[in-house]
């Protein structure tokens, strides 16, 4: 069974930066392509950086220049650096496998990032 914790969110001025993680269990995050997803309030969920097949990474167009995916293989993690953080990055954010032909896995709890001064 997969398990998926987020973690790292929190309240942030904009401008600010944050990183966010996101550790694995039942499965090896390298294995997959994985990646990052954001739900605003009210909002429908919405994949915003992700690794793809081949380890090439690819962003959202609202977020590419300010976000990076990495992962740690050894750590079975996928983190999210978040720099100059706008009040539209305001969100819940999971993580996920990106592979559309697939049903997600269960999703985790997420971690909440509210950018606001």
């Known amino acids: 069974q997969v398990q998926l914790v987020e973690s790292g969110g929190g309240l942030v001025q904009p401008g600010g930066s944050l990183r966010l993680s996101c550790a694995a269990s039942?499965?090896?995050?390298?294995?997959?392509?994985v990646g990052w997803y954001r739900q605003p309030p009210g909002k429908q969920r919405d994949l915003v950086a992700a690794?793809?097949?081949?380890?090439?990474?690819d962003y959202a167009d609202s977020v590419r220049g300010r976000f990076t995916i990495s992962r740690d293989n050894a750590k079975n993690t996928v983190y999210l650096q978040m720099n100059s953080l706008k009040p539209e990055d305001t969100a819940v954010y999971y993580c996920?496998?990106?592979?559309?032909?697939?049903?997600?896995?269960?999703w985790g709890q997420g971690t909440q990032v509210t950018v606001s001064s």
């Open positions: 690794f793809r097949s081949g380890g090439s990474t």
């Open positions: 996920n496998h990106v592979r559309s032909s697939r049903p997600p896995w269960d």
């Open positions: 039942g499965i090896i995050f390298s294995m997959y392509p």
